[in-house]
């Protein structure tokens, strides 16, 4: 239950359960932190994005890379193809979006999509490809992503994207 609490949780509030923790607590909380970070570290390690990068580049230089092909890799759960896609499409690195897409929000799917100009079909694609072939969103959670998606302004999708980009190279 703490890693749970603890995966939960932002930095912030992580920091200020570590204070108010007795010692022995303290001890418990670093241990759950420390394994969660040891598991999140092999799961990362195993993600080899280099054939994918080749099969997007192929694409590429064949014109084909496009929407119609992510929505594919999506579709297909082929999720290095899927974000090596995003990438060369979006301008943000590998690593920043395999990180995002890895998170626990779909805000920056919803980001990258309204502001490359992705159909919501696409978008949802994605967001179902995160998510992974076992688990099924409801309706409901959905149809509110869309909301989401169609409320975002293709504007406030750039800055951030911008951002993303600023940031990576610095």
């Not at 064949?62 to 060369?88: D, P, Q």
């Not at 395999?98 to 309204?114: F, N």
């Not at 992974?132 to 293709?154: C, H, K, Q, Y």
């Amino acid at each position: 239950m703490l890693k749970e609490l603890l995966a939960g949780s932002i930095e912030v509030v992580r920091h200020r359960l570590f204070e108010m923790a007795t010692p022995e607590r303290q001890a418990a909380i670093g241990r759950a932190m420390r394994e969660m970070a040891a598991n999140s570290a092999g799961i990362e390690s195993r993600k080899d994005f280099v054939p994918a990068q080749r099969t997007v580049l192929g694409l590429h230089h064949a014109g084909n890379l496009n929407e119609a092909a992510l929505l594919g890799f999506s579709k297909e759960y082929r999720y290095e193809e899927t974000v090596a896609a995003l990438s060369a499409m979006s301008g943000v690195q590998i690593a920043t979006l395999d990180r995002l897409m890895s998170g626990e929000r779909h805000d920056p799917i919803l980001i990258v999509g309204k502001a490359i100009g992705l159909q919501w079909a696409t978008v949802r694609a994605l967001i179902l490809l995160r998510l992974g072939p076992a688990r099924i969103p409801s309706p409901t959670d959905i149809e509110t992503v869309r909301s989401n998606f169609a409320r975002l302004m293709p504007s406030t999708a750039e800055r951030v994207l911008s951002f993303w980009q600023t940031r990576q190279s610095a």
